[in-house]
Nanobody, 119 residues
């Protein structure tokens, strides 16, 4: 079994900063990409940032220069600076994982954490 547990998030004023962390645990053989998605009310889920096991990154255009993704072993973090009201959403951690003694790569998801940017 594999679990992704998120921490961080909360309420912040426009221009402020927050950090999200996510730890993957369980019967993990290998981890490929890890990253963060978000879903705002009434909108589709969108990829915010992603990092492969080799260190390549992808960012949503609207967060480039403001958000930074980082990884350390089974942990992925998202440093969010210069937050805007439009960043308000539930943020979900994900990881593409191959479990021990299997050959299948599966996407696992965290439970989601609310980020609210408001004055």
């Amino acid at each position: 079994q594999v679990q992704l547990v998120e921490s961080g998030g909360g309420l912040v004023q426009p221009g402020g900063s927050l950090r999200l962390d996510c730890v993957a645990s369980g019967s993990i053989g290998s981890i490929n990409a890890m990253g963060w998605y978000r879903r705002a009310p009434g909108k589709q889920r969108e990829l915010v940032a992603r990092m492969t096991s080799g260190g390549s990154t992808n960012y949503l255009d609207s967060v480039k220069g403001r958000f930074t993704i980082s990884r350390d072993k089974n942990t992925v973090s998202l440093q969010m600076n210069s937050l805007r009201p439009e960043d308000t959403a539930v943020y979900y951690c994900y990881a593409n994982i191959r479990r021990i003694l299997t050959n299948n790569w599966i996407d696992y998801w965290g439970q989601g954490t609310q980020v609210t940017v408001s004055a």
